[in-house]
């Protein structure tokens, strides 16, 4: 009796293995992001679960308090949410219109994945931005914010150049680089208050 109840198919036992299954998936494409390649398991096993969690945490990172809710002047969290995601849906709409191979939930997953070094960038400037202000605090902040801009570029462009026909690959490549350029913009202007 006892083996009946601890049977995998019993749906009145929650077994946390699909959650492990899922954080693992979660980690290795995000490993797969820090050290980017031409590999197409970004692109096989697709999810959102990983540039959701990006997305939130870099809209909680730029979020500024405001005092008695006046708006301050800086990106909320749901602007920051929606450029994200308007930006890299967009950038998808583009890639299939221009003939790509790819599917739409797998070119959200890459462009959301990619966020990844954006995401730590703006952990740095964080850190870095309790230091005293001054000319050296800022040049240290770009110096993140461009490497970690040209990190994301490479990382997108690794997973998704074979999906896109050879004589459109700059008009693919393109938005990818406004989009990651200005979520750079937000991070490198962001300052506390």
């Not at 995998?8 to 959650?19: C, E, F, K, Y």
């Not at 221009?98 to 959301?112: A, E, H, K, P």
């Not at 605090?137 to 490479?154: D, E, G, H, P």
């Not at 050879?166 to 202007?189: D, E, G, H, Q």
Request: net charge positive; proline share 7%; glycine share 6%.
């Amino acid at each position: 009796m006892a083996e009946a109840a601890e049977s995998p198919g019993d749906p009145g036992t929650a077994s946390p293995r699909p959650l492990m299954r899922d954080l693992k998936a979660v980690g290795k494409k995000f490993m797969h992001v820090l050290y980017p390649r031409k590999s197409n398991t970004l692109l096989r096993d697709w999810d959102l679960w990983g540039p959701l969690i990006l997305c939130v945490t870099l809209a909680l990172m730029l979020q500024r308090g405001s005092v008695d809710g006046e708006k301050d002047g800086g990106p909320q969290f749901a602007e920051v949410f929606v450029i994200v995601w308007f930006g890299a849906v967009t950038i998808t709409l583009n890639s299939k219109l221009l003939g790509g191979n790819i599917s739409f939930f797998q070119s959200l997953c890459v462009l959301g994945y990619c966020i990844l070094p954006l995401t730590v960038a703006m952990l740095v400037c964080r850190l870095v931005l309790l230091a005293e202000p001054g000319p050296v605090n800022f040049m240290v902040r770009l110096f993140v914010v461009i490497v970690m801009f040209v990190w994301s570029i490479v990382a997108s462009t690794a997973f998704l150049a074979d999906s896109q026909p050879p004589n459109r690959k700059a008009l693919a490549v393109y938005p990818v680089f406004l989009f990651y350029f200005v979520i750079s913009w937000m991070i490198l202007t962001f300052t506390p208050q």
